[in-house]
């Protein structure tokens, strides 16, 4: 009877090391799937952010650009009213 016993307890003990075994097995994959979403993520989050300093700074040369254009608009725009009223 204790022999019985005794094989019944070894038999969980195997099946419990097994399913230990095969969870922590399970959590290593799914740790590394885990790292690996997170590293892409990461790249992606820093190829757009690149993206956007660039398109920003693009942006505010644009806009630069524009402004002095506008303004030298205006000076050309009042002198031709000056010539206009000294005529």
Do not use: P
Request: charged share 35%; aromatic share 10%; net charge negative.
């Amino acid at each position: 009877m204790k022999k019985l016993f005794e094989e019944q307890m070894a038999a969980l003990k195997r099946n419990y090391e097994r399913d230990y075994n095969e969870m922590a097995t399970s959590f290593a994959n799914e740790h590394e799937e885990m790292q690996a979403l997170l590293s892409g993520a990461i790249n992606e989050s820093n190829e757009l952010k690149d993206k956007y300093v660039e398109l920003d700074m693009k942006f505010k040369q644009y806009y630069l650009r524009s402004d002095h254009h506008i303004k030298e608009q205006a000076n050309e725009l009042n002198q031709v009213k000056k010539e206009l009223e000294t005529m």
